[in-house]
């Protein structure tokens, strides 16, 4: 689509004076938070800002405000979660790339938005590896297959089969494209060389709500959201997708039982400040966010709806880092390989 709103060269000047008054203050905000990070009880001194970029009500989202109340007490501040949705997470991680680096606005990352998104967009409005610093790693989650039990499947195999002898016309919902629940179901559909097609909604409530109500066959979720639908018996767990097996749902069928042990998939969601943000202020946060972590009443809160908050080498930034390296060299290939793209 054309344009037809080119700015003047007036505004085109103006735009270019305000962003290099912009870039010219980020090395000053640095500087100031790196001071304010070395004194005690200087930081907070105002709200900080956690960007969720999916929509308010799935399972990163419940996740997110959790940790941030913890980190709230933790910090004696405020943390504000704000959802900005859209392209799979890219808008608003984008806007987290952007900030300034002074600790104020803090990003909700998941393997989604730094792994996924690498193959199916051309281009971000980010670099997973190096637009953000990591600051820890806020909790994984296995993912649940779960089907419309009018389906009258009951394990892989049987979606297999009813996927083999329908094809195209079986659908499986997401959160939207790029999610989690979707970059899952697109490595089990390979391992299973099966098609079917996708539907993509904004947020998982509504896929799930179409799930229940039988307009979708199935999808992959995490038990955060899954598990209530599952208890209900509105939906039926077929498999989980890891080789972890699920205390709530005892005798479901891990992917390795089912034959697709390549399938091994597990979801994770870290905290990310934009690039630049002072060393010291980094691991301020890092440190609250271990402290927020350890809460007997968090964790057993988290541990109920089938989340799992890491503890120990795992909650280091050098570990998400990790995360994204080998998501990016193992899994970004695979998905370029199955067409999974955007324009």
Not at 230 to 249: E, F, I, R, W
């Amino acid at each position: 689509m054309k344009r037809t709103d080119r700015p003047t060269r007036r505004r085109a000047a103006s735009l270019l004076l305000a962003l290099g008054l912009t870039a010219a203050s980020l090395p000053a905000a640095a500087q100031e938070a790196s001071k304010d990070a070395g004194k005690e009880g200087a930081f907070p001194a105002r709200p900080i800002t956690l960007v969720v970029p999916f929509p308010a009500g799935g399972p990163s989202d419940a996740l997110a405000r959790a940790v941030a109340h913890g980190l709230a007490e933790t910090l004696k501040g405020t943390v504000v979660v704000e959802n900005i949705a859209g392209a799979g997470g890219t808008i608003g991680l984008g806007k987290v790339a952007a900030a300034a680096p002074d600790g104020y606005t803090l990003g909700f990352g998941t393997i989604g938005t730094h792994i996924a998104n690498v193959a199916l967009y051309k281009t971000l409005p980010y670099d997973p590896a190096t637009s953000f610093v990591p600051i820890g790693l806020a909790g994984t989650a296995p993912m649940l297959v779960v089907v419309n039990p009018a389906l009258g499947v009951s394990d892989l195999k049987g979606l297999k089969a009813r996927i083999a002898a329908k094809g195209a016309k079986t659908t499986y919902g997401s959160a939207g494209i790029g999610s989690i629940s979707h970059f899952a179901c697109v490595i089990l559909l390979a391992a299973m060389k099966e098609p079917a097609t996708h539907v993509p909604y904004r947020g998982i409530a509504p896929a799930m709500n179409d799930l229940v109500g039988g307009h979708i066959d199935f999808m992959c979720d995490q038990p955060t959201t899954a598990l209530a639908q599952v208890t209900s018996g509105k939906v039926k767990a077929v498999a989980v997708l890891s080789d972890d097996t699920v205390p709530q749902l005892p005798g479901l069928q891990t992917v390795a039982q089912a034959g697709y042990p390549q399938v091994s998939f597990r979801s994770w969601s870290a905290i990310f400040a934009p690039k630049g943000t002072p060393p010291a202020l980094a691991a301020r946060l890092n440190a609250a966010l271990r402290e927020t972590l350890t809460d007997p009443a968090l964790r057993a809160k988290m541990q109920a709806v089938g989340v799992d908050l890491p503890q120990g080498d795992d909650l280091a930034p050098a570990a998400v880092s990790k995360l994204i390296a080998d998501g990016v060299a193992r899994d970004v290939p695979a998905l370029k390989a199955l067409g999974a793209a955007l324009d």
